[in-house]
């Protein structure tokens, strides 16, 4: 038999739970907090590829440093030499 729906957490409460279990250091996550990505995270991670790129690095290591995938690297440079 299966718990009513009110006695059942919601997918977002477990993950909220277990964050706040496992990340102490991130402070108790509470009700209207994001679990999504802070805002900006591409646009600086596209500043450091095309930052590394001018500098001459190919894009494998510019891959490995950034944790990209190297068509990723490589889609982000063209798209801005596209530009």
């Known amino acids: 038999m299966s ?9 977002r409460q477990k ?9 102490p250091d991130w402070g108790l996550i509470g009700p209207g907090s994001s679990l999504a990505r802070a805002k900006g995270w591409k646009a600086r991670r596209r500043k450091r590829v095309l930052g590394m790129h ?7 290591p510019i891959a490995r440093n950034v944790g990209l995938s190297k068509n ?3 889609n ?5 030499s596209a530009s």
């Open 76 to 80: 982000i440079v063209r798209r801005n």
């Open 72 to 74: 990723t690297v490589m």
């Open 3 to 11: 718990p009513s729906g009110a006695a059942m957490a919601t997918n």
């Open 15 to 23: 993950v909220k739970a277990h964050w706040a279990a496992s990340r």
């Open 54 to 60: 001018a500098d001459g690095l190919s894009y494998r």
